[in-house]
Structures are given as C-alpha cells and as structure tokens.
C-alpha cells in the first residue's frame, strides 16, 4: 500500500497492489504523469533522426560491455587510481555501507549532501550515514520530498511521481512551516533550504549513470544542478556505482547520451552532465579534494553468468518501460515493495533478492509487450518475465497448473475434459469446493476463468440445423 500500516516489501506485492488499486487520487495522479511522460518522450522520438540505428548503438554499447565486464572493471580501477581516485569493492550491501560509513567518519563528516542514487536506496545507506552522528540530506526534488515523507521513491527518475501538487504544498507546510501553492513557488522554497546544506556540507554522495573504462572518468546526468553542486562544493565526493554501469570509451559514452535523456525526459541532453576524471587538481577553483569510487556487486555477478537473465543488467534506467506500463499505470512504484518498479524492476528486484521475497513480481505483468516496445535499448522484458514465472513454478509445481499444461497439447483429451466439466460445472464453482484439492482452489483463485459454454463450431452447428 502507498501510505498504511504494512511494511512495504515484495514478499506483499499482492495485498499492496490490491491497496493501491483502490486509491482514486492516486490513478488519476499517475495517470497524468505519465501521460505527461510519455508525451513528451514520443515528441523528441519523433524528432530524433537516425532513431533506430541510435538505438542498436546504444544497445551495441552495453551489451558489449557486459560481455567484457570483468576486463572493462580492472581498467577502470586502474585508470581511475591513476587519476587519484580511491576505488573500493563492495560484495553486497552491508559492505557497501560499511565502506560509506567509514569513509564519512574518516572525513568527519556532519552534514552529507546526496545526489539522486537510487543504488543508494538499494542499500538502505541513509540509516548507515546518520548512525555516524552525521545530518543526510537529499538534494533532488523529488528525493528531498519523498524524505520528507518518510517514504521510499516510487519512481526510477521522478521518485515523487505519485504525489500531487497539494500534496506537496501540505508537507512543505507541515514538515518547513514553508508556504507556498505554485509549482515554481514550492521549487523556490525547496531551493532555500538546500542552499545551506550544499554551503556547509563536509561530503557529498551522489550515484553514477556510467563509468568510463579509457579514462577513470564518471558520468553524472541531471537536470536540477543538486548532483553538480553535491560533488563541487563538499571537500569529499563518493560516487557509488553498481558494477554494471562501465562502458569502454568516451564514444560509448556518447552513444549512450545521445538515447538517454530522450527516452527518460524527451530532452535531446539533460540540463547538466558531467564528467568528473578524478578529484581537484592543483591550481583548479573547484571540486572535491578527495574523491572515492565505491564499486558494488550485490549480487549482479550472479545474473551476469545467466545466460537468460543477464540483458536485465543492460538497462541504464530511462524509467521509460515503467511510464508505459498498465500495470504500473494503476498501482505506482511502492506497491512493488522495492527501490526498483514496474518492468525492469520486477526483473532487478527478483534477480538481486533473495527468491522467497519476489515470487510474485513476476506475475504482477500482463504480458501486453509494451515495455519491450519502449525500451531503447531492445531488452525484451516479457521474455526475461516467463523465464522468471518458469523458475518459480518449478519450485512448487502445483498439479493442477501440470494437467492443465498436459491437456492444452491434446486437444481430444481437452475437449473431454472441458466437456465434463461443463456437464457437472460450467462456471467452475463447485469444484475448487471440493475437499483434498487445495491445488485446484488456488489454480481457480489466481484466475478468472470463463465460464465453460459450447463451444462456437457446436453452436454454430445447432443454429443452421434449427
């Protein structure tokens, strides 16, 4: 649910979903977005000429790069250092937070500024931060309201997306004592209360959208400033990156950055991109002094060597899937349980958790295809989403499920048994009923089936022959 009593968590995708199928307020918010979304993502598409070859660039571009992961990692960790970078690895999380923790404690830090990451969100490193003593401020908009709230984005790139315009106003006004109605007013007032924190932050934490192999370099992609003042104004900057994130050169990162902000925000280039190669230089004006890359597995390595599964790695987080998907159009991102929503995130969250927590994600899809048409980069999500369903029902086959699959190849067979049935149970209410078939009522329950009439041709039939 988006606002209750529930801990929010994928283990109760389907009560969570059914929640948020009942909040009105909360279709009609979506609704807009992303209609407003995909608007303006169709408008730069329709502009963007050469699309199509742009696209199997950029999909050239990662793929390739997941093919030569470990080799493209070991050259970025070498050119990095060079460039006086202090790169750490991090296994999972808790090592991840660890690393964070004490390179905060190291730098004595009081007050960190964030830059938009959702890997930090995946790591829960907020509670990790302020247990040093230290205050963790969120500077995007949309992650500084939803901080404010006290809940988890909804959204890869717009975490507030389920919040309305009033909804803002009354936390602003609840949480600040800020006043204001318009959306620039509501801006300005977020604005005043963050300059202070980017003035006397002593570290700023930021993600990254790629990582250049050839170079050492980090990109970082954005449209509000908050990323570039997180990473210039704090003496220390830790970028946190997981691992799949590294391309080869600075053409590939070109590729990537010409697809990118069209398919996220219908922009032919985000407001503001920067390529930081290492902390400041002598002689420079700006900069953090010291800069650390922190370089997390958290179990990607395991769905690199799945041959099915591994594309999933190869999303670089347009969020455009999740603004196309009716699925997500009707019960937003909290209903998922976890950082990462709608399409590609069913397919992280099952891949990267552990398997008892997301075994229903993969059936919270209708399979309609339409984030396999969106995605820029050709990841086909529906054929990575049966993968998934198949791995969970060999689990825990249920028998029922195993017949039904037997007959449907058989169609004699199938059309004796569905004629039975209709005889005893056209509508199919009885026989979930019946007692020792616990399989059969939860086949019957996860389903709406039809009711079993004659079938067309017999109909037909007993027509003309009246």
Same mark, same amino acid.
């Given at each position: 649910m988006e606002n209750g009593t529930m801990e929010l968590t994928p283990r109760h995708f389907r009560e969570q979903s059914a929640s948020a199928c009942r909040d009105a307020n909360l279709r009609a918010v979506l609704d807009h977005?992303?209609?407003?979304?995909?608007?303006?993502?169709?408008?730069?598409?329709?502009?963007?000429?050469?699309?199509?070859?742009?696209?199997?660039?950029?999909?050239?571009?990662?793929?390739?790069?997941?093919?030569?992961?470990p080799e493209l990692l070991e050259q970025l960790e070498r050119n990095a250092t060079a460039v006086g970078v202090h790169v750490h690895w991090a296994a999972d999380?808790?090592?991840?937070?660890?690393? =964070?923790?004490?390179?905060?404690?190291?730098?004595?830090?009081?007050?960190?500024?964030?830059?938009?990451?959702?890997?930090?969100?995946?790591?829960?490193?907020?509670?990790?931060?302020? /247990?040093?003593?230290?205050?963790?401020?969120? !500077?995007?908009?949309?992650?500084?309201?939803? $901080?404010?709230?006290?809940?988890?984005? +909804?959204?890869?790139?717009?975490?507030?997306?389920?919040?309305?315009r009033a909804d803002v106003a009354e936390l602003f006004a609840e949480k600040l004592n800020l006043h204001g109605q318009s959306i620039p007013e509501l801006t300005l007032l977020a604005r005043k209360a963050l300059r202070e924190k980017f003035l006397s932050a002593d570290m700023g934490i930021t993600g990254v959208n790629m /990582?250049?192999?050839?170079?050492?370099?980090?990109?970082?992609?954005?449209?509000?400033?908050?990323?570039? @003042?997180? !990473?210039?104004?704090?003496?220390?900057?830790?970028?946190? @990156?997981?691992?799949?994130?590294?391309?080869?050169? =600075?053409?590939?990162?070109?590729?990537?950055?010409?697809?990118?902000?069209?398919?996220?925000?219908? $922009?032919? @280039?985000?407001?503001y991109v920067s390529?930081?190669?290492?902390?400041?230089?002598?002689?420079e004006t700006d900069g953090a002094r010291e800069m650390h890359l922190v370089i997390l597995d958290n179990g990607r390595s395991s769905?690199?060597?799945?041959?099915?599964?591994?594309?999933?790695?190869?999303?670089?987080?347009?969020?455009?899937?999740?603004?196309?998907?009716?699925?997500? $159009?009707?019960?937003?991102?909290? /209903?998922?349980? +976890?950082?990462?929503?709608?399409?590609?995130?069913t397919l992280l969250s099952s891949l990267l958790l552990p398997p008892e927590q997301t075994r229903d994600l993969p059936f919270g899809c209708t399979l309609c295809g339409a984030c396999a048409r969106t995605?820029?980069?050709?990841?086909?999500?529906?054929?990575?989403? =049966?993968?998934?369903?198949q791995r969970v029902a060999g689990e825990r086959a249920n028998p029922f499920s195993?017949?039904?699959? @037997?007959?449907?190849?058989?169609?004699?067979?199938?059309?004796f048994a569905v004629g039975m049935a209709r005889a005893v149970d056209p509508n199919l209410d009885l026989l979930p009923r019946l007692p020792g078939l616990p399989g059969l009522s939860e086949f019957v329950d996860s389903r709406h089936p039809p009711e079993l009439k004659k079938p067309f041709t017999a109909r037909r039939k007993k027509k003309e022959s009246k």
């Amino acid at each position: 649910m988006e606002n209750g009593t529930m801990e929010l968590t994928p283990r109760h995708f389907r009560e969570q979903s059914a929640s948020a199928c009942r909040d009105a307020n909360l279709r009609a918010v979506l609704d807009h977005a992303t209609r407003y979304f995909m608007g303006k993502r169709g408008a730069a598409l329709e502009a963007f000429a050469g699309r199509d070859e742009h696209f199997a660039r950029a999909r050239a571009v990662r793929m390739g790069a997941l093919a030569r992961l470990p080799e493209l990692l070991e050259q970025l960790e070498r050119n990095a250092t060079a460039v006086g970078v202090h790169v750490h690895w991090a296994a999972d999380a808790s090592e991840a937070r660890t690393l =964070l923790a004490g390179i905060a404690k190291k730098a004595g830090a009081k007050v960190i500024v964030k830059g938009k990451s959702m890997v930090t969100e995946e790591i829960a490193l907020n509670p990790a931060l302020e /247990a040093t003593g230290a205050e963790v401020w969120e !500077t995007d908009l949309g992650e500084f309201i939803v $901080q404010l709230a006290g809940e988890p984005p +909804s959204h890869i790139i717009a975490p507030c997306i389920h919040k309305s315009r009033a909804d803002v106003a009354e936390l602003f006004a609840e949480k600040l004592n800020l006043h204001g109605q318009s959306i620039p007013e509501l801006t300005l007032l977020a604005r005043k209360a963050l300059r202070e924190k980017f003035l006397s932050a002593d570290m700023g934490i930021t993600g990254v959208n790629m /990582a250049v192999a050839e170079t050492g370099s980090v990109i970082l992609v954005e449209n509000e400033g908050n990323i570039r @003042m997180s !990473t210039t104004c704090p003496p220390v900057h830790v970028a946190l @990156m997981s691992l799949e994130k590294v391309v080869a050169t =600075l053409d590939d990162a070109a590729d990537i950055l010409r697809v990118l902000p069209r398919s996220a925000t219908g $922009q032919k @280039m985000s407001s503001y991109v920067s390529v930081l190669t290492g902390p400041r230089k002598a002689g420079e004006t700006d900069g953090a002094r010291e800069m650390h890359l922190v370089i997390l597995d958290n179990g990607r390595s395991s769905v690199l060597g799945d041959p099915v599964l591994r594309e999933a790695l190869a999303c670089f987080r347009c969020g455009a899937c999740l603004n196309s998907c009716p699925v997500y $159009q009707t019960i937003g991102g909290h /209903a998922y349980g +976890s950082v990462y929503s709608g399409p590609i995130g069913t397919l992280l969250s099952s891949l990267l958790l552990p398997p008892e927590q997301t075994r229903d994600l993969p059936f919270g899809c209708t399979l309609c295809g339409a984030c396999a048409r969106t995605c820029p980069l050709g990841i086909n999500h529906p054929k990575l989403m =049966l993968a998934l369903r198949q791995r969970v029902a060999g689990e825990r086959a249920n028998p029922f499920s195993t017949a039904h699959s @037997m007959l449907a190849r058989h169609p004699l067979a199938y059309r004796f048994a569905v004629g039975m049935a209709r005889a005893v149970d056209p509508n199919l209410d009885l026989l979930p009923r019946l007692p020792g078939l616990p399989g059969l009522s939860e086949f019957v329950d996860s389903r709406h089936p039809p009711e079993l009439k004659k079938p067309f041709t017999a109909r037909r039939k007993k027509k003309e022959s009246k």
